[in-house]
């Protein structure tokens, strides 16, 4: 089955700067890759994603670049804000199956 | 759009007794639903997939007479935690998608059981 690799586990930054986080897979049949905030106690919050089609795709102080070749993809923030402070998940989804396998997850902190 | 509700958001239970937590999609028509388990500071893992009208499909290592799922409907999704143990207390989460592959899931707000 697909295996997918996060890292750091843990990301402290200083407001303002940026964050990045990575992930590998190891499924090359992977086609749609999804990045999900979650506050502590909470949901699951879709941020961004990327399709395998596409390899960088961007949505205000966020990002996502993906490398097929390489079977891996990263999320990156800009201008971080300490309400970017969460935990932060990868996922792949092959689409064979249509269903989604997790990182392990960063802990993002932004401090002032 | 794309709204997923979840209920309860806690429950209490004695060591036996049996949980049923629902999940719905308010605003689309789910093909697909899935649960998930949660527990503290780790990640999200897969328990069974749901899909309207069939059976569901669980992941290895989970067992299906423990944990019971129905898909009754294009936005309902109910699972049961029967005979429940100290062991099953966790974070349950469903999800729901369409059924365009590599579509979005969207996450419900999760049901915090506790089993006493």
């Known amino acids: 089955g697909e295996n997918v690799e996060q890292h750091p586990s843990t990301l402290s930054v200083q407001e303002g700067d940026s964050a990045v986080i990575k992930c590998t897979y190891s499924?090359?049949?992977?086609?749609?890759f999804p990045w999900y905030k979650q506050e502590l106690g909470k949901r699951p919050q879709l941020i961004i994603d990327?399709?395998?089609?596409?390899g960088e795709k961007k949505d205000q102080r966020i990002a996502v670049t993906l490398n097929k070749t390489a079977k891996h993809f990263s999320l990156h923030i800009t201008e971080t804000q300490p309400e970017d402070s969460a935990v932060y998940f990868c996922?792949?989804?092959?689409?064979?199956?249509?269903?989604?396998?997790f990182g392990t997850g960063t802990r993002l902190q932004v401090t002032l | 759009g794309a709204v997923v509700s979840q209920h309860p958001s806690r429950v209490i239970c004695k060591s036996g007794t049996s949980v049923k937590i629902e999940c719905r999609s308010l605003?689309?028509?789910?093909?697909?639903m899935f649960w998930y388990r949660q527990f503290p500071k780790q990640s999200l893992m897969l328990m069974a997939t749901?899909?309207?009208?069939?059976?569901?499909?669980?992941e290895q290592g989970v067992e299906k007479d423990k944990f019971l799922i129905n898909h009754a409907s294009l936005t309902l999704s109910t699972l049961t935690v029967t005979s429940a143990h100290p062991e099953d207390s966790s974070f349950y989460i469903c999800?729901?998608?369409?059924?365009?592959?590599?579509?979005?899931?969207?996450f419900g707000p999760g049901t915090r059981l506790t089993v006493t």
């Open positions: 999800s729901a998608k369409t059924d365009r592959i590599g579509s979005a899931q969207y």
């Open positions: 499924d090359s049949a992977s086609n749609y």
């Open positions: 990327i399709r395998s089609n596409v």
């Open positions: 996922a792949v989804d092959t689409g064979t199956a249509s269903k989604l396998t």
């Open positions: 605003d689309f028509q789910a093909t697909t």
């Open positions: 749901s899909n309207e009208g069939s059976k569901a499909t669980y």
